[in-house]
């Protein structure tokens, strides 16, 4: 039995918020931007209540920065932005992949480019999600369509990034950021918390910040505490100290990649609606994942064999997960609403690419299932 | 009342072009910025180039939806690039001799915040053009958080006032018309909305000095839905603001700074914060507060004016 008072009727923002508070989030920098705001809105209140620290900082790339250096101290971190103030953020994005920092970023997506659509519904920044920040390297970035979801994700994002020390994305959309619906806060526990691996080299010994364990996890030590030791983008040797080795550099950026890349499975999270027998397959995500639920449970009541695969892991891309969910398909649709980003990834995963369509909106608008059920019979040859 | 109908004319003498504003645009009701927007192309002329960022003033001057609610050049620039968009417009017309005056038209938010690394570096650099900050103490736009320039003591979205300590924003605001002027700018002044006369004499004036360089206009607009001021009370607000000295009206050529209205018997800061809601809360400890920062900057402000005569030491002749 719920508990009545774990029930809220919140907007998806707030939902990112109780799930981050959940996780243990206890140091929060951001800068006001729609559609993003209320999270930095209602943490500048929830924050300080459960003994955290919120500041607003003067920008979008100080409140990265803020974060990081919190993070390096042994705080739970997050920010919350958009488009632009994503775009600011990916220089210190970058430098926290190759210093192996944990943070959470939060980006409520608007549309793009530029200062676009601000109060409009996008999925437009997967792609930045994955390579806006330069130079090689891996990322984790997740994403929900209902507001329980948003709580699962943010809770798991933190979990994620303290695991791989690696900033963790979240890509909400404006649709999900700014609707109402009902959420159920889990009691403590329901759902796993992980804490950051700190050292057990004690004080006086050398601490080696970037030599893996065995598992290739690196335990982390509060900087300016216990040890001494350099952090830097530079890429750099298992003390911190920069280091242009071509031996080193190959490892170093091998480890970025490696940690995250073959754990693919591990992260993959996924959702899927009557996959078994289905010969038309929806991948979709976010607030699109909603719509083409409708339309499969519409079309599945008029005995079509319909189903949904709806990702909640966009990055790393799980290729196997999509292929296998597939394999049995006539056609694969991709929901989203972007010019076309994750089918990029879809038609590389399946066995036939040629059967993979698009049915997207761009025009600011949520797609509707009547915009997929278009596309569905044009497939199908039944004309609109 | 004939004193008073003269001293009318005076403000309006200035007002010599045509209002390029149609009626009824999208401002709250008693916006300080709109009064402000409708006097600049009255007094610098309807040829001028503004430019601006996303911000209360944009909808406005962006016009949206096949509306356009003005006939001026607006170029709606980034918050991060605010004033290096404006110096790449000054210094093609330098090299190219076309005569604009380029009015760079910001909010509190892009000059204090996230803007004033290039505004800076503008005035470092001594552009050539107007940059004017209407300063309405937050981030209006985004529904009110809190800024540089955000007094002691007031509530934004960012800083609410409520258990737990929390009593609006707990840092001073930072001067940031004194910041400017300590560049050695050609002219940084302050301004606001219940002096007119004294406004457009200063943007006269910087249409004036900006050829010989950057321009800094300081003016205070007040936000009635932010601070929870009536809408019919916007005028009195900087009037209290000028006689309480929470925001003394100056001017400083080439850095030199003089006032250009002195208050004789400053008012206490109560009689200010007493007409908007932001400041409701403030117990007489933080009014203390508040009153002491507006004391020490108008100290440092009075130093400055002075500094010029009373501090410049004869050279000595030995090595």
């Known amino acids: 039995m719920t508990n009545k008072d774990n029930i809220r009727f919140i907007q998806g923002n707030e939902a990112c918020v109780e799930g981050a508070l959940y996780a243990g989030l206890n140091f929060f920098a951001g800068y006001p931007i729609t559609p993003s705001t209320e999270i930095t809105e209602h943490l500048s209140e929830r924050l300080p209540q459960t003994g955290g620290k919120f500041i607003q900082m003067e920008d979008e790339i100080a409140s990265m920065g803020a974060i990081i250096g919190a993070s390096l101290t042994g705080n739970k971190v997050m920010t919350a932005t958009s488009g632009p103030g994503f775009s600011l953020k990916q220089e210190a994005l970058g430098y926290a992949c190759m210093a192996e920092i944990p943070c959470v970023i939060a980006n409520v997506q608007r549309g793009g480019p530029s200062t676009g659509n601000p109060t409009h519904v996008s999925q437009g920044d997967i792609n930045q999600a994955r390579w806006g920040t330069h130079g090689d390297h891996a990322i984790i970035a997740l994403t929900a369509s209902n507001h329980q979801d948003v709580f699962k994700i943010t809770v798991e994002a933190f979990n994620l990034a303290e695991t791989y020390r690696t900033p963790v994305i979240i890509l909400l959309d404006e649709a999900i950021g700014h609707m109402r619906e009902k959420l159920i806060i889990p009691e403590p526990g329901e759902l796993p918390v992980v804490d950051r691996l700190r050292t057990h080299v004690p004080k006086g010994v050398d601490y080696h910040p970037y030599l893996p364990r065995e598992d290739d996890r690196l335990p982390m030590s509060d900087f300016g505490a216990q040890h001494r030791y350099n952090v830097t983008g530079?890429?750099?040797?298992?003390w911190g100290f920069p280091n242009n080795d071509p031996a080193v550099v190959n490892g170093l950026l091998h480890h970025l990649v490696d940690k995250i890349e073959n754990s693919v499975n591990d992260i993959a999270m996924y959702k899927e609606y009557w996959l078994d027998d289905a010969e038309y397959v929806l991948v979709s995500f976010g607030s699109s994942a909603r719509s083409s639920i409708h339309l499969a449970q519409n079309r599945r009541?008029?005995?079509?064999?319909?189903?949904?695969?709806?990702?909640?892991?966009?990055?790393?891309?799980?290729?196997?997960?999509?292929?296998?969910?597939c394999a049995n398909a006539k056609a694969v649709i991709v929901v989203e609403m972007n010019m076309g980003q994750v089918i990029t990834q879809v038609k590389n995963a399946v066995d036939n690419p040629n059967n993979v369509f698009l049915a997207n909106r761009i025009d600011g608008q949520l797609i509707s299932p009547t915009d997929i059920k278009t596309v569905l019979r044009m497939i199908q040859g039944k004309g609109v | 009342?004939?004193?008073?109908?003269?001293?009318?004319?005076?403000?309006?003498?200035?007002?010599?072009h045509d209002d390029p504003f149609s009626k009824g645009v999208a401002f709250c009701p008693g916006c300080g910025l709109e009064l402000l927007l409708r006097i600049i192309p009255r007094v610098l002329g309807n040829d001028i180039v503004i430019t601006g960022t996303p911000s209360c003033s944009a909808p406005v001057l962006l016009g949206q939806n096949n509306r356009s609610w003005h006939t001026l050049s607006y170029f709606g620039t980034l918050m991060t690039g605010a004033a290096a968009n404006?110096?790449?417009?000054?210094?093609?017309?330098r090299k190219a001799g076309i005569e604009n005056t380029v009015v760079c038209f910001n909010g509190d938010g892009t000059a204090a915040d996230?803007?004033?690394?290039?505004?800076?570096?503008?005035?470092?650099?001594?552009?050539?053009?107007?940059y004017i900050c209407y300063d309405n103490e937050g981030y209006m736009n985004t529904g009110i958080q809190k800024s540089g320039t955000t007094p002691f003591g007031a509530v934004t979205s960012t800083t609410p006032h409520g258990a737990r300590a929390l009593r609006g924003k707990n840092v001073r605001r930072m001067n940031l018309g004194l910041q400017m002027a300590m560049h050695k700018i050609s002219?940084?002044?302050?301004?606001?909305?219940?002096?007119?006369?004294?406004?457009a004499k200063k943007l006269k004036k910087a249409k004036e000095m900006k050829t010989q360089g950057f321009c800094f206009l300081h003016i205070l607009a007040p936000c009635p839905t932010g601070w929870g001021l009536a809408p019919d009370h916007t005028i009195e607000a900087c009037r209290r603001a000028v006689k309480t000295n929470y925001f003394p009206l100056w001017e400083a050529i080439n850095g030199r700074i003089r006032m250009t209205r002195i208050v004789k018997k400053p008012k206490p800061v109560e009689t200010y914060t007493r007409l908007m809601k932001k400041f409701a809360h403030l117990s007489q400890a933080d009014l203390g507060i508040l009153q002491d920062d507006i004391d020490y900057e108008y100290c440092v402000l009075g130093g400055l004016s002075v500094l010029e005569s009373e501090c410049r030491l004869a050279l000595s002749d030995e090595d």
């Open chain 2, 187 to 199: 002219y940084a002044a302050t301004a606001t909305l219940s002096d007119l006369d004294d406004l």
């Open chain 1, 301 to 325: 009541a008029r005995g079509m064999k319909i189903g949904v695969l709806e990702l909640q892991t966009l990055w790393p891309f799980p290729t196997d997960i999509v292929r296998e969910k």
């Open chain 2, 114 to 130: 996230i803007g004033f690394g290039n505004l800076s570096g503008a005035a470092e650099r001594n552009e050539p053009f107007i």
């Open chain 2, 1 to 16: 009342m004939t004193k008073k109908k003269g001293k009318l004319t005076k403000a309006l003498d200035h007002l010599i």
């Open chain 1, 234 to 238: 530079l890429f750099h040797d298992m």
């Open chain 2, 86 to 93: 404006a110096t790449g417009l000054v210094r093609y017309y």
